[in-house]
């Protein structure tokens, strides 16, 4: 499996677009998307955040890939789901994506709703959007960060962006150390990996330290292309400095594959690569504890850390929110003052704040839950 890695100082759309064209005819790409008409871009819109700050993909990658795919007449889609709480459109507007699809006609795809669809994989049930199944090719793009709880993200992590809305925090309140959320994004790899016809590291400004937004941006300096998520990221993080012993995800990933690390080709120049002082924040205290946890007090802290929908004054009992949930989860009777919520069908997609035309709809927190999702 060949990883495609360049040296690229600053976010200069020429050298991002001559990169990304070199690669394309390198793997052939063209011919591989002929008959595909529909692209999704799936960056890495973690929130609302100014490009600047490294923690989201930045635009010019994606004007880069556009204008490249619109001259092959392609349809393109940009879609993620941000795991907070705040409404995506502000992302989109921060971020800069808004302003991209105005300018090139792109249609926007909010993850967090369109409804979704669910399957079991290793014994773990993923609800992920039914945008990324919908499209006839996706192409990932992520960025190039540490993280507090996985040690490194980048293109598989990017994934876990499929699952829509704060049920990204409903999984983590499930499997709260990081050996068992390794499994979950091992599980969800196999689940999508067949559906990526191609991976983007955007690593022209990175993180490192407290990774994946409270970091301190870095300019890496490169930028890396691959068919495969897992392949890219297993140097990537290498590159970094880090282990295998601490990528536990990203090397299962790799055998989901059946790929050998010692098969991945790589450019001679980059094979021994390493960046100096890379700043790579050990995972957070809560988490190593719980990881030495026995199984009751993982009980007890998947008992106390919760967080749902629910409804205030504003609420005009217009109905959106009931109509819009694609579980039927929220239930609104002749005589209501407000929708009730079935907490044990809720899917935490966050429909129903997304579409609430009234600002009715905010997301109660346990004191665990206001501490650790952000």
């Known amino acids: 499996m060949k990883v495609f890695i360049e040296q690229i100082p600053d976010y200069d759309l020429e050298k991002v677009r001559r990169f990304l064209e070199n690669t394309f005819t390198s793997i052939d790409l063209w011919q591989k998307l002929k008959l595909k008409k529909t692209i999704l871009l799936k ?15 930045h635009p010019t990658i994606l004007e880069a890939l556009i204008q490249l795919l619109q001259a092959e007449r392609k349809e393109i889609w940009i879609g993620d ?37 669910s ?23 992520a960025k190039y960060k540490t993280h507090s709880l996985t040690y490194y993200t980048g293109a598989v992590k990017n994934l876990y962006g499929v699952i829509p809305g704060l049920k990204k925090s409903e999984y983590h309140s499930l499997y709260p150390d990081t050996k068992e959320f390794s499994l979950v994004l091992t599980a969800l790899y196999k689940l999508l990996y067949q559906r990526i016809n191609l991976n983007l ?3 022209i400004w990175g993180m490192e330290g407290e990774g994946p937004s409270a970091g301190e941006k870095r300019n890496f300096g490169i930028m ?3 068919e495969s998520a897992a392949a890219l990221d297993v140097v990537a993080a290498g590159m970094m400095g880090f282990t295998e ?26 094979q021994d690569f390493k960046f100096d002082s890379v700043k790579i924040k050990g995972i957070s205290n809560i988490i190593k504890m719980l990881a030495y946890s026995p199984e009751f007090l993982k009980s007890i802290f998947r008992k106390i850390y919760k967080f749902y929908p629910d409804f205030n004054d504003n609420c005009r009992l217009c109905r959106v929110c009931a109509e819009s949930c694609p579980v039927n989860a929220i239930y609104i009777g002749k005589n209501s003052t407000k929708p009730v919520l079935d907490q044990q069908k809720c899917i935490k997609c966050l429909c129903c704040q997304e579409l609430c035309p009234y600002g009715a709809v905010y997301i109660k927190k346990s004191l665990l839950a206001k501490l650790l999702i952000k």
């Open 119 to 141: 399957e079991e994989v290793n014994g773990i049930t993923f609800t992920t959007s039914n945008y990324f199944w919908e499209a006839d090719a996706v192409i990932n793009i």
């Open 201 to 203: 590291l955007d690593g």
């Open 43 to 57: 960056p890495n819109l973690l929130g609302p955040y100014d490009p600047d700050r490294a923690i989201t993909t």
């Open 81 to 117: 789901g941000p795991g907070g709480s705040l409404p995506v459109k502000k992302t989109w507007e921060k971020t800069g994506i808004r302003e991209l699809s105005e300018k090139y006609g792109i249609k926007l795809v909010n993850f967090n709703t369109g409804g979704v669809q």
């Open 245 to 270: 012993d601490q990528l536990s995800y990203i090397y299962k990933s790799l055998e989901v594959e059946n790929i050998n690390p010692s098969g991945i080709d790589l450019a001679k120049e980059w």
């Open 224 to 226: 890396m292309i691959s």
